[in-house]
Nanobody
Framework: QVHLVESGGGSVQAGGSLRLSCAAF????????MAWFRQAPGKEREGVAS???????NYADSVKGRFTISKDNAKNTLYLQMNSLQPEDTAMYYC??????????????????WGQGTQVTVSS
């Protein structure tokens, strides 16, 4: 059984940066997809970033050019570098995982393992 642990959230002013980490524990194989989601109060959980089947990053339009997803396969850890943060980025950020083939989707229905979430708050 796999479980995910996020860290790195916090409070910053607009224009600031944060780096989120998500460590995966358990039996991890090469087809284990990991992605970042976020959920703001009163809104649906939305995909933020993942990787395509070719290993290229895939981003939601709202974060392109500001967020960078990366991973360390040796450590089974996923990262999200968030720059130029804006108040609308305020949300609970979740790491999600699933055993899938091909592109890691940014649709929550595909994911079976979720971290506990880490809060990101951006003030203006």
């Amino acid at each position: 059984q796999v479980h995910l642990v996020e860290s790195g959230g916090g409070s910053v002013q607009a224009g600031g940066s944060l780096r989120l980490s998500c460590a995966a524990f358990g039996y991890i194989t090469s087809n284990f997809c990991m992605a970042w989601f976020r959920q703001a109060p009163g809104k649906e959980r939305e995909g933020v970033a993942s990787f395509t089947s070719y290993g290229n990053p895939n981003y939601a339009d709202s974060v392109k050019g500001r967020f960078t997803i990366s991973k360390d396969n040796a450590k089974n850890t996923l990262y999200l570098q968030m720059n130029s943060l804006q108040p609308e980025d305020t949300a609970m950020y979740y790491c999600a995982g699933a055993f899938l083939r091909g592109t890691c989707p940014m649709t929550r229905v595909w994911y079976t393992v979720w971290g506990q979430g880490t809060q990101v708050t951006v003030s203006s």
